[in-house]
């Protein structure tokens, strides 16, 4: 009997490990869910607006579209019903963090200007952010997406009229609920919308809620810090990139899911940047990389939820040509290889306080309460991000 539970308890050992291994993550896929149909819809949703920017000449509200339009993202998979009232929550969610942003950066709460304040804001954004998409249920969940807009739109360089920019914001947000629902005119979608049924929280859900917000804190906080910090001596710029990262991986069921998500971070980031420098490599007008960011926008959506780094190698593109196409309104050059140098640095930096935010809890369970299953999380927490 010693000899059976010595055996069992080294059973158990090997596989308390084992649910860290991210190995074999990387080289497997989930199966298709009606994902082509997301990634069209997303696509069309960033595609018309910018297009439309581009043709009136006012490519400088571009980001103000291009944040809009992450309405699409959300409720991905569900019926037109609850995927109309998510979408209509995050668009005035984002509307939100837009508007505190523009009056941000006019106000010097930069990247450039007061760096540590930036930090600072986007940290209570983050925290505040994800309470209030727990609370609305939003899919997917958490802040990342808002932290990523509150401090790209405040670091922008040359800040367009409040009015101007918000109505762009508006009307993307409005167009990407249209084109949410804009499937009923299929025949088989001709039925009367429901309205979702709502999923009061319970006390142990409220306390997660507030739980999880806090790790949230303190990943953007901590990976702000670190990046603002070393910024002089690495020669980095954008430490909301490092923010951003930092959050990737607070998302998932278990533990080694959690900890795919920052390493699957690091490794599409890398391969991605070389996908951005051979886009840059040709110097495309800026019509071409509006067609190329719709384009990787779709291929992000279609890999988002099946294979993380595959994703990641569409969506580092994404992001720093939109970030191009921003700053192509003002007059000052934009240094594409330091773009390239500081997404990296500052993804690692991000991505390893993260994956330090994920493996602390557990490490508590593990050696100081003694649980069963150490990396098994909540199953409220497991729900998966873009």
């Not at 579209?65 to 993202?73: D, E, P, Q, V, Y």
């Not at 037109?80 to 009232?85: E, F, K, N, V, Y």
């Not at 540590?116 to 994800?130: Q, R």
Request: proline letters at 6%; a positive charge.
């Amino acid at each position: 009997m010693v000899g059976l539970s010595m055996d069992e308890a080294g059973q158990q050992k090997r596989t308390r490990l084992a649910d860290l291994n991210p190995i074999p993550a990387l080289f497997t896929m989930a199966p298709a869910h009606r994902d082509h149909e997301v990634a069209i819809r997303c696509g069309i949703t960033v595609l018309v607006p910018l297009l439309t920017l581009l043709l009136i000449g006012r490519i400088d509200l571009a980001i103000f579209a291009s944040f809009g339009a992450f309405t699409a993202i959300y409720g991905r998979n569900l019926q037109h019903g609850p995927r109309l009232q998510m979408q209509a929550r995050a668009g005035a969610l984002m509307f939100v963090v837009l508007l505190l942003a523009t009056l941000a950066g006019r106000n010097g709460m930069s990247g450039t200007e007061d760096p540590w304040a930036l930090v600072g804001l986007t940290t209570v954004v983050a925290g505040l952010c994800a309470v209030v998409s727990a609370y609305w249920n939003l899919r997917p969940s958490g802040s990342l997406f808002h932290i990523f807009a509150f401090a790209a739109v405040s670091s922008v360089p040359y800040q367009p009229p409040l009015g101007e920019a918000m109505l762009t914001a508006a009307a993307t947000i409005v167009f990407a609920l249209v084109v949410g629902i804009s499937s009923r005119v299929l025949p088989r979608n001709r039925h009367r919308i429901q309205r979702p049924e709502g999923q009061p929280l319970t006390g142990p859900r409220h306390r997660l809620v507030w739980s999880e917000a806090a790790w949230y804190v303190v990943a953007a906080g901590v990976s702000g810090s670190l990046a603002t910090a070393l910024g002089p001596v690495l020669g980095i710029q954008h430490n909301y990139w490092a923010m951003v990262a930092a959050v990737v991986p607070l998302v998932g069921h278990s533990t080694r899911y959690r900890v795919n998500r920052g390493i699957q971070r690091i490794i599409g980031t890398f391969l991605g940047l070389l996908v951005l420098a051979a886009v840059l490599w040709i110097h495309p007008p800026l019509w071409v990389i509006v067609l190329i960011i719709a384009g990787l926008q779709c291929t992000a959506e279609l890999f988002i939820a099946r294979q993380y780094v595959l994703a990641q190698i569409a969506v580092t593109p994404l992001a720093l040509l939109s970030t191009v196409l921003a700053m192509s309104a003002s007059t000052a050059a934009v240094d594409t290889s330091g773009l390239v140098y500081d997404r990296f640095i500052e993804t690692v930096i991000g991505a390893v306080v993260g994956m330090a935010c994920v493996l602390t809890p557990w490490a508590w369970r593990k050696w100081v309460l003694h649980s069963a299953s150490p990396s098994r999380i909540a199953p409220a927490e497991g729900h998966r991000q873009s």
